[in-house]
């Protein structure tokens, strides 16, 4: 009676552990950090196409492949950095660090949605999926080598983000503006730069041995960073409303510079005020003056883009 009870339970049980790997691989893939890979979107955008049913389609799909690409990505890095995330005091709750999922469940997850999402982007259009590989490519590099090297581990995490605008524009086969391209860096510059001195305060004198390029790095100089990024974002993204090709002749696009100045300007108030900036995607999803800011942005843009000439 007790080994059927037993078999009982196990038969019980089972599904509930299957279910129980299926959620802890979909937080591996980190959903919330997705919104990173929106910067696909701007070739849409910004080429004053968001509104054809065919390249919205073309680009949606895009976005979803970056997304399977880079959580295949976050499952690998995981798998890379199992022994020094289970000293983190956030990090060793990820499911492969607290052990709601193998090693080897992991590695096959990865795997399969890599073989999932190359085949898919060379479907949709090959310069796509040139563009994943990079991408893929670049963030393996990063997981295993880049990353320990200093000033150049955030400059492949800006270069990740400019592969997301370029995947994003080959997807529909479009041009735009190379200054979209210099903003792109400098404010995924920005957003790395805040993280690692996030990171630094937070593990304070055991940052070296969670992620060894801390050591290469001081709060006053990623201070110093952080000025000249933010900076030459808000210049940068100056020239271009006036500049660039692809927008109205008549300058209405600076009317959005005040936006991101005070959104950069509220970002290192977080950062600098409340200790913030180690997950941009949360900081982005939850402070309230930054999301209306963004919402701001976004209206006045796509107002001035779509309907003004």
């Given at each position: 009676m007790a080994l059927e009870t037993r078999e009982q339970v196990q038969v019980m049980e089972a599904p509930r552990a299957a279910s129980q790997v299926v959620v802890g691989i979909v937080q591996s893939l980190r959903p919330k950090q997705w919104t990173k890979n929106g910067i696909v979107f701007a070739g849409l955008v910004f080429s004053r196409n968001l509104f054809v049913p065919e390249l919205f389609l073309r680009t949606t799909l895009a976005f979803v492949l970056f997304c399977l690409v880079s959580g295949a990505v976050y499952l690998i890095n995981d798998l890379a950095d199992l022994e020094k995330d289970r000293r983190h005091p956030v990090k060793r709750h990820r499911p492969l660090a607290a052990g709601v999922?193998?090693?080897?469940?992991?590695?096959?997850?990865?795997?399969?949605?890599?073989?999932?999402?190359?085949?898919?982007?060379?479907?949709?259009?090959?310069?796509?999926?040139?563009?994943?590989?990079?991408?893929?490519?670049?963030?393996?590099?990063?997981?295993?080598?880049?990353?320990?090297?200093?000033?150049?581990?955030?400059?492949?995490?800006?270069?990740?983000?400019?592969?997301?605008?370029?995947?994003?524009?080959?997807?529909?086969n479009v041009p735009i503006s190379p200054w979209l391209y210099v903003c792109t860096i400098l404010l995924a510059l920005f957003l790395g730069l805040a993280k690692r001195r996030h990171e630094l305060?937070?593990?304070?004198?055991?940052?070296?041995?969670?992620?060894?390029?801390?050591?290469?790095?001081?709060?006053?100089?990623?201070?110093?960073?952080?000025?000249?990024?933010?900076?030459?974002?808000?210049?940068?993204?100056?020239?271009?409303?006036?500049?660039?090709?692809?927008?109205?002749?008549?300058?209405?696009?600076?009317?959005?510079?005040?936006?991101?100045?005070?959104?950069?300007?509220?970002?290192?108030?977080?950062?600098?005020?409340?200790?913030?900036?180690?997950?941009?995607?949360?900081?982005?999803?939850?402070?309230?003056?930054?999301?209306?800011?963004?919402?701001?942005?976004?209206i006045t843009s796509l107002t001035i883009l779509h309907f003004v000439r």
């Open positions: 999922i193998t090693p080897w469940q992991g590695a096959v997850a990865a795997a399969l949605l890599l073989a999932i999402s190359l085949p898919a982007a060379f479907a949709l259009t090959p310069r796509l999926a040139l563009a994943l590989l990079a991408y893929l490519l670049l963030q393996l590099a990063y997981s295993f080598k880049l990353k320990h090297i200093v000033l150049l581990d955030v400059l492949v995490i800006a270069g990740g983000f400019v592969l997301r605008a370029v995947g994003g524009a080959w997807a529909i305060l937070l593990l304070e004198e055991n940052a070296a041995n969670h992620r060894r390029i801390l050591d290469e790095y001081s709060t006053p100089l990623l201070n110093d960073l952080l000025g000249i990024v933010s900076s030459a974002t808000i210049m940068a993204y100056s020239l271009y409303t006036f500049s660039a090709d692809n927008l109205p002749r008549n300058h209405a696009m600076m009317l959005t510079i005040p936006f991101v100045i005070y959104g950069i300007f509220r970002y290192m108030y977080l950062v600098h005020r409340r200790n913030e900036g180690g997950s941009p995607e949360s900081v982005l999803l939850k402070d309230v003056p930054l999301i209306v800011t963004i919402l701001l942005w976004g």
